[in-house]
C-alpha cells in the first residue's frame, strides 16, 4: 500500500486548499480513509474522516470548514480545507487503517500565516 499526498502550501487567513491523496494497493471505496495532522510540538490528531459508505466525520475544530471526499475512479481521497486559519498550520497526513496495519502517506505542509 502506498499512500501520495500533495496539495500543502502556504497561504495566508481565510485562503483555501485541496489536498490530494492517491492510493495504489488498497482501494479507497471499499476502506476507512482520513487525515490527520501534527503542529509542531503536538500530537498527530484526527481532522476527518470517510468510510466505505461515504459517512463522514470532522474534528470540531474544522467542522463547516472542512470537506473530505472520495473519487473512486481516480482512488484518490481530497480534503477541502476553506478558511483557514493559522491554527491550522500543519503536516498532514493521509492515513489507511487495514484490519491491524496502518498506512500513511508521507505528509504536506500547511502553513497559513495571519
Known amino acids: 500500500v502506498q499512500l501520495q499526498a500533495s496539495g500543502g502550501g502556504s497561504v495566508q487567513t481565510g485562503e483555501s486548499l485541496r489536498l490530494s491523496c492517491a492510493a495504489s494497493g488498497v482501494t479507497f471505496s471499499i476502506n476507512v480513509a482520513d487525515w490527520y495532522r501534527q503542529a509542531p510540538g503536538k500530537q498527530r490528531d484526527m481532522v476527518a474522516r470517510i468510510t466505505s459508505d461515504g459517512s463522514t466525520n470532522y474534528a470540531d475544530s474544522v467542522k463547516g470548514r472542512f470537506a473530505i471526499s472520495r473519487d473512486n475512479a481516480r482512488n484518490t481521497v481530497y480534503l477541502q480545507m476553506n478558511g483557514l486559519k493559522p491554527e491550522d498550520t500543519a503536516v498532514y497526513f493521509c492515513?489507511?487503517?487495514?484490519?491491524?496495519?496502518?498506512?500513511w502517506g508521507q505528509g504536506t505542509l500547511v502553513t497559513v500565516s495571519s
Open positions: 492515513h489507511v487503517p487495514i484490519l491491524s496495519q496502518d498506512y
